[in-house]
């Protein structure tokens, strides 16, 4: 079965830090550009950040860029995303996604809730 | 990156078909033939039913369609049934990938 799994979130103080991590089985997870995505309560999806199969590539969106790091572990079937400095704002529920192709996310995991108070 | 425009809700009957629209620029939506479209219910995880503008993937029934023309796409669900009732959120390849605010589909 292809499945995703975060693990990490919790209630952290505004300036603290939290590591997420993304457990993948059941597919290619070498070959799989991966990507974290947000959904703030009762709002809509943003996209976070994005890595390449091999790691050699990673973006992220403006609002993180020098606070969150994604990362992953191709050995472990694993992504990561070391989230630093976390403000009010970055509350939500983080989603592990799958790239399908182009900005389309086939795979999603169940998601961690992270909330900065 | 700013998020691409939907209407914040729409509705129909069961039976009925409609649409939904997503708005972008000539960056996103009007540069790529890379819009995708989720539907998300209440405590879900979003669920991929259109990708590259109206390709389905295994398992979405025909009842969702996709097209798009110039900086709009759109979402079809024809044949409305009451599970049909969730939230559609838009997506587009752009420098990186960029959503829609999202529109809660009402099924009467």
């Known amino acids: 079965e292809v499945q995703l799994v975060e693990s990490g979130g919790g209630l952290v103080q505004p300036g603290g830090s939290l590591r997420l991590s993304c457990a993948a089985s059941?597919?290619?997870?070498?070959?799989?550009?991966m990507n974290w995505i947000r959904q703030a309560p009762g709002k809509g999806l943003e996209w976070v950040a994005s890595?390449?199969?091999?790691?050699?590539?990673?973006y992220d969106v403006d609002s993180v860029r020098g606070r969150f790091t994604i990362s992953r572990d191709n050995a472990e079937n694993s992504l990561y995303l070391q989230m630093n400095s976390l403000r009010a704002e970055d509350t939500a529920i983080y989603y592990c996604?799958?790239?399908?192709?182009?900005?389309?996310?086939?795979?999603w995991g169940q998601g961690t809730m992270v909330t900065v108070s | 990156q700013s998020a691409l425009t939907q209407p914040p809700s729409a509705s129909g009957s069961p039976g009925q078909s409609v649409t939904i629209s997503c708005t972008g620029t000539?960056?996103?939506?009007?540069?790529?033939?890379?819009v995708s479209w989720y539907q998300q219910h209440p405590g879900k995880a979003p669920k991929l039913i259109i990708y590259e503008v109206y390709k389905r993937p295994s398992g979405v029934p025909d009842r969702f369609s996709g097209s798009k023309s110039g900086n709009t796409a759109s979402l079809t669900v024809s044949g409305l049934k009451a599970d049909d009732e969730a939230d559609y959120y838009c997506?587009?390849?752009?420098?990186?990938?960029?959503f829609g605010g999202g529109t809660k589909l009402t099924v009467l």
């Open positions: 890595m390449n199969p091999d790691g050699s590539e990673k």
């Open positions: 996604a799958r790239d399908h192709a182009y900005s389309s996310y086939d795979v």
């Open positions: 059941g597919f290619s997870f070498k070959n799989s550009w």
């Open positions: 000539s960056s996103d939506v009007g540069a790529y033939n890379y």
């Open positions: 997506s587009s390849h752009a420098a990186s990938g960029v």
